[in-house]
Each structure stands twice: as structure tokens, then as C-alpha cells.
């Protein structure tokens, strides 16, 4: 059975990667970066050497326990941080939300996007941008949500009552083709959030089960 350390940026997030992967045959490690959302967004922060190391140690140890592969489940840490540069450092396969994000980028002109904070939505943008240097992002950021998950707030409650249900306007204002729901928190609220528009949420986390199931196979 192969073993995949999950890597997030809170406990939470960390159990919810953990939760996605018990569909497959794999034994998983609980991996998370931080203790609570502000702490990591303090760390996402942070000059980009520290990050690096901190993750890269973290990562030394978890390869020494037995770890195969590394699944971040986590959108705002995976633009932190170069992990592509960062599994050829430490001869370890890091598959991320990243990746799916270059299937996406090519399929769409027009992205709305949901995000934690700035940091995040920043690494998102700039890996479609980068990807497909014609789409247009556009990004709503909010931590309160992430935090309302955390807290395990009914999901409709978190949509009525934290902005969310205001966010189908803009995005349709501005013709969007799609919403990319760039924070792993947040699929907790996605079926009562997709209630509020017509416009397909797209969950990278759909793409990158599929991926394992075919390194898998």
C-alpha cells in the first residue's frame, strides 16, 4: 500500500486531504503546516527562504518515516512555495492543486475565483496567468470563511451570512465562465454555495483524485 504524507496548512484542511484520499488504497500521513488560519497566513508571509526550509525539513522528516509521495491539500500553500523545485530537491513526488490548475487554465477565457486571503488568490492567478497568458481572474478572498469552516458553522449559515451569497453578482458581472473554488476549506460549503448561482464551481480536488487514481493504476 503506497504511503502519502497529506500536507495543509491547518489541522483541519490536513483531515479533510486525509478524508478525500480514504477512497483510494493508501496509507496517509497527517501533515499539517500550521495550527489555525492566522498562523498560516503569517507563514505564507514570511521572507520566501524560511518558507522553503520550514516546508523542506518538515518534508526530510516525513520521506524518513516511510512517506512516498507528498498530496498538499492545501491552495494558498501551494502558491508559497515552488514544490516542483522542491520535489526534484528532495527526490519526492509533490502532487498539488497547481497541477490541476494547468488543465483548467487552457479550457476557460473568463475564471472567477475563491480564495482564503490575497496570498492565495495571488498564487492561483499566477499560475493560470502563467499558463494561459489571456485569461482574465478574478478573485474574491475572504479568511472569515475559512475561519467559519474551522469553527464548523452549517455550511448554508457561512454562505447567508459571510458575504459569500454577494459574490454570484460579480462574478456574473463580469461574464465569468466558471468559479475555481481556490481554497480547500471551502468545499464544506460548495453545494449550498453553488445553490446561489447558475455558473458551474469547478473543485480542484475532483482533478487531482483522478490523477492519483491513475499513478495508482
Not at 499560475?127 to 497568458?133: F, R, S
Amino acid at each position: 500500500m503506497k504511503k502519502i504524507a497529506v500536507m495543509a496548512g491547518t489541522p483541519v484542511d490536513t483531515q479533510m486531504g486525509i478524508e478525500l484520499l480514504k477512497a483510494l488504497p493508501v496509507e496517509t500521513f497527517f501533515a499539517p503546516v500550521s495550527k489555525n488560519p492566522n498562523e498560516q497566513t503569517f507563514f505564507q508571509t514570511l521572507p520566501y527562504a524560511k518558507k522553503y526550509q520550514r516546508v523542506k525539513q518538515q518534508l526530510l522528516t516525513l520521506k524518513a518515516q516511510g512517506a512516498e509521495q507528498v498530496f498538499v491539500y492545501c491552495n494558498s500553500l501551494s502558491g508559497a512555495i515552488d514544490f516542483d523545485e522542491l520535489a526534484q530537491a528532495i527526490a519526492l513526488p509533490i502532487l498539488t492543486p497547481f497541477h490541476a490548475y494547468h488543465q483548467l487554465a487552457a479550457q476557460y477565457h473568463r475564471l472567477g475565483v475563491l480564495a482564503a486571503n490575497a496570498q492565495g488568490a495571488a498564487g492561483i492567478e499566477r499560475e493560470l496567468v502563467q499558463t494561459n497568458p489571456a485569461i482574465q481572474v478574478y478573485n474574491v478572498t475572504n479568511l472569515d470563511w475559512v475561519n467559519a469552516v474551522e469553527q464548523k458553522i452549517p455550511p448554508q449559515t457561512i454562505v447567508t451570512s459571510f458575504g459569500l451569497s454577494d459574490t454570484p453578482t460579480f462574478f456574473q458581472a463580469n461574464q465569468v465562465e466558471a468559479i475555481l473554488i481556490g481554497c480547500t476549506h471551502f468545499p464544506y460549503f460548495l453545494a449550498d454555495y453553488q445553490k446561489q448561482t447558475a455558473i458551474p464551481c469547478i473543485d480542484p480536488a475532483d482533478i487531482l483524485l483522478a490523477t492519483l487514481k491513475t499513478q495508482l493504476a
